[in-house]
């Protein structure tokens, strides 16, 4: 037995956290990247802004108005997705959001699960600025994914596999699989783009393309995986296959589908609710067919995230809407 | 380190300390043992408290600009200790209190013998403020409308414990009296040890089994909900503790729907699912917009006709708050003489009821010397003490007084007792008061001690938690 309303609230609670870990493994695996590379390969930050998505569009037209702050550089946007209140997709907003959701399931997940989660509301309100500069960015970011690791494995070892659970699990595999994509429709199709653009033009492949790759993968916790997984060197279509398809892999469009799958099939009206992800495994196999250059694959990805939004939308109705 | 010099006062009680500075009997263990500590660990054992307390993410809500603001719950580690002994007695008192109030509501609520007989006025009943029209002829089962009450007990310098007020309507703080003791128990892990503290864990079992006692009839497994006004109430932590202690479902007013079968159903992720047994959390008024205010949207729609059919249980009963009022208070010790033919076993402290002229004349001459209360407030709010307010603070209420004087009381200032408390690292008596919690159903039960709130202002006697109070854990010692 789950209220509505509170299954609501762990659904976005648990969207929320995972947004916030997966935004840090972003920025994490970007600043190294950038270390890595010579500072002429790699000027700028504004990936980044894409791959977090639509808010971050309003910040790059306030930066643009101000043609002093052009181009907008690692600082402001590193605080816009990590400390920025205004936000609403930042690091910092994410852990509040997340907290005011699960202040009201206190009674349902387990206790030490809320301790973790008001440890870490607790750490990002007194670090968040830490987190901007570049030499304590590592490890605040690394101590903000290690809490969430470890309320994740708070939530598996001790919560009742009950509704509760199963809409935690629900709320977490949509948002990493809207995270996966958003990798792999940015970040790879420009890569794969790139890579076109040298073979067309005659040009040498840029030398520094395979370390974007294992930065790409390494932003989502797949490069040792892929690595394991394929045992050979790292090739762009190759792994854009593994964060899309690879069921082995749990952090890929695939294993997240198919989680999703599972908690609705545990969840009440799954007859109602199973269509869609039908039809997202549908559009995910189109999506990892083609995809051969970096603008369809990038439309592709754009299909995934609408199917995402549409299981969304199908959860709200059933769960929360349906009893109103 | 040891205490004797914090007894500087010997006007007031100490609940530790003998006017001589040496421990009172039940004490002496715990004071044994702070006397071993180096102030420094003291300060220590403090501060790893508060830490517990911040992690465990044990709040209350104060509310400053119009927005709720999250605070620790403010804790002091040394413990207030009765012995067993003298707990027994307070516990029979509050039983046999509680038995008289519940029969006093059920009557004023049907035949009101009491008025007829000549013991009760009729007009103080005409101008309560939380007698319910709606709820005359209700018949809660057992005949129980206060299922939760929590009274408020001070200790005056003469040693004797006196009942302050009775809340009967949604008292709050028990959550507090089992944290507290979560956390001492780790601050002093060697003296539970060591001696016999009477456990306060049960409460919420108890709690259970007289929620489902109160289920309307033949349910024997009914689905319990805790229903809470939401987040920004200053309680919602508590109330998020009990339905988790309870296992039961915490659900807000829009949570809820009366059915065109009068039964409360809930909205899950399955559907409706009938609800049997309400411990609400919120006020009479908010309880149905068909009935009481109908702009709340804290309540369910029908919710008193599905009451009244019998169909759900609430605890505690709507119009219960009628006996929570303190000018009611005033007459408990006749309601208990009327109702159960004994004399009071617990005191109470003598009322001035602004309501009669003389008495009134007698407020207003001598209110420097009073505590002035009115009658319908919670939390402190309103309260004047009359030997510390300036003359035109004094005047303010007299105006008040006058402009409406049924609703003021006045008491003699208590001088209440202290227990030694951690002030800014030193250790200094401050004032303290008890609210135990008493459980009404087909049986009764009074928690192991209660919540012992501490006024942490040197001198101050205001110990609510939104003016500044904090808290300590109560230890019911049993003696060796």
């Known amino acids: ?233 790292i090739d762009g279509r190759a792994a854009v296959r593994f964060l899309l398809l690879d069921p082995t892999f749990p952090r890929s469009v695939a294993s997240c589908a198919t989680r999703i799958r599972e908690a609705l099939g545990r969840l009440p009206r799954s007859r109602r609710t199973m269509p869609v992800i039908d039809e997202l495994e ?25 199917m995402l939004s549409a299981i969304n939308d199908v959860v709200h109705e059933a769960f929360v809407h349906s009893s109103m | 380190m040891t205490m004797a010099h914090v007894r500087a006062d010997t006007h007031t009680w100490d609940e530790l300390l003998a006017p001589d500075g040496t421990p009172r009997p039940a004490a002496r263990a715990l004071l044994d043992q702070l006397a071993t500590l180096e102030h420094s660990e003291l300060q220590e054992r403090q501060t790893l408290a508060e830490l517990d307390i911040l992690t465990m993410g044990i709040t209350f809500t104060v509310y400053s600009d119009g927005r709720g603001i999250d605070r620790a719950w403010p804790f002091d580690i040394i413990p207030r200790v009765i012995a067993a002994s003298e707990w027994r007695g307070v516990e029979a008192g509050l039983k046999q209190r509680l038995r008289a109030i519940n029969m006093f509501i059920d009557d004023l609520y049907h035949e009101q013998r009491i008025i007829a007989d000549g013991v009760f006025p009729a007009e103080l009943l005409e101008h309560s403020k939380n007698f319910r029209h709606e709820c005359i002829g209700a018949n809660p089962v057992h005949g ?48 539970f040890a060591r001696q016999s503290i009477l456990p306060v864990d049960s409460y919420t079992d108890e709690l259970n089994r007289m929620l489902v006692s109160i289920a309307p009839a033949g349910i024997t497994n009914p689905t319990i909900a805790v229903l809470t006004p939401g987040i920004y109430n200053s309680a919602y932590f508590e109330h998020s503790f009990l339905a988790q202690r309870l296992g039961a479902v915490l659900v807000e007013g829009a949570d809820m729907v009366v059915g065109d079968d009068e039964c409360v159903y809930m909205r899950t992720i399955g559907g409706l699912e009938r609800v049997h047994v309400i411990y609400r959390r919120i006020d009479d008024e908010f309880l149905d917009p068909e009935v009481f205010r109908p702009e709340s949207t804290l309540g369910v729609p029908g919710l008193m006709r599905a009451w009244r059919a019998g169909n759900v249980a609430i605890a505690n009963a709507p119009g219960a708050g009628v006996a929570d009022d303190k000018v009611v208070y005033a007459w408990v010790p006749d309601i208990i003489r009327y109702y159960t033919g004994e004399e009071p076993l617990l005191a109470n402290v003598l009322t001035y009821r602004c309501h009669y002229p003389d008495e009134r004349t007698y407020v207003i001459d001598h209110i420097d010397q009073l505590v002035v209360k009115p009658a319908n407030e919670s939390g402190g709010y309103g309260l004047l003490i009359g030997d510390r307010a300036t003359r035109s603070e004094l005047d303010a209420h007299i105006a008040l007084i006058e402009a409406d004087p049924r609703n003021w009381v006045a008491q003699p200032i208590l001088a209440l007792s202290t227990v030694p408390t951690i002030c800014d690292g030193e250790i200094e008596p401050r004032h303290v008061d008890l609210r135990p919690f008493i459980l009404s159903g087909a049986s009764s039960y009074v928690t192991a001690g209660g919540l012992t709130r501490v006024a942490l202002r040197k001198g101050s006697l205001v110990v609510n938690s939104s003016q500044g109070g904090g808290s300590k854990d109560t230890w019911i010692v049993e003696a060796e």
């Not at chain 1, 390969?41 to 702050?69: I, K, N, Y």
């Not at chain 1, 067919?289 to 299909?303: P, Q, R, Y």
């Not at chain 2, 206060?146 to 009942?163: F, K, N, P």
């Open chain 2, 144 to 191: 129980v409308w206060a299922h939760i009450s929590g009274s408020d007990l001070v200790r005056d310098a003469d040693g004797t414990m006196y009942v302050l007020e009775d809340n009967l309507r949604v008292p709050s703080g028990v959550s507090y009296v089992l944290e507290n003791r979560a956390i001492s128990k780790r601050v002093f892990a060697d003296l």
């Open chain 1, 1 to 233: 037995m789950l209220l509505s309303r509170v299954a609501d609230s762990l659904y976005w609670g648990a969207r929320y956290l995972e947004r916030a870990e997966d935004t840090a493994r972003i920025v994490r695996s970007y600043t190294e990247l950038v270390i890595d590379l010579p500072t002429s390969a790699l000027s700028t930050w504004e990936p980044l802004l894409a791959v977090a998505g639509g808010s971050s569009a309003v910040f790059r037209a306030q930066a643009e108005q101000d043609e002093a702050l052009l181009p907008i550089g690692e600082v402001p946007i590193v605080r816009h997705l990590v400390a920025d209140q205004h936000n609403p997709g930042s690091i910092c907003s994410s852990v509040d959001a997340a907290r005011e959701n699960l202040r009201t399931t206190r009674e349902i997940i387990p206790r030490e699960a809320w301790q973790t989660v008001n440890d870490l509301y607790l750490y990002v309100g007194s670090n968040a600025a830490g987190g901007v500069e570049r030499r304590s960015r590592a490890r605040f970011l690394g101590h903000l994914i290690g809490e969430c690791q470890q309320l994740d494995g708070v939530m598996t070892t001790v919560m009742n596999r009950d509704e509760a659970y199963e809409l935690w699990r629900l709320g977490q595999s949509i948002e990493r699989a809207d995270m996966t994509t958003r990798v792999v429709g940015v970040r790879a199709a420009a890569l794969l783009g790139a890579g076109q653009q040298h073979a067309a033009d005659g040009s040498i492949t840029d030398i520094h393309d395979d370390v974007q790759w294992m930065g790409l993968l390494r932003s989502v916790s797949a490069l040792q995986m892929y690595q394991r997984a394929t045992r050979g060197p």
């Open chain 1, 282 to 306: 549908r559009v995910l196999a189109v999506a990892a067919a083609g995809g051969e250059d970096g603008a369809s694959l990038d439309a592709a990805m754009e299909d995934v995230q609408a």
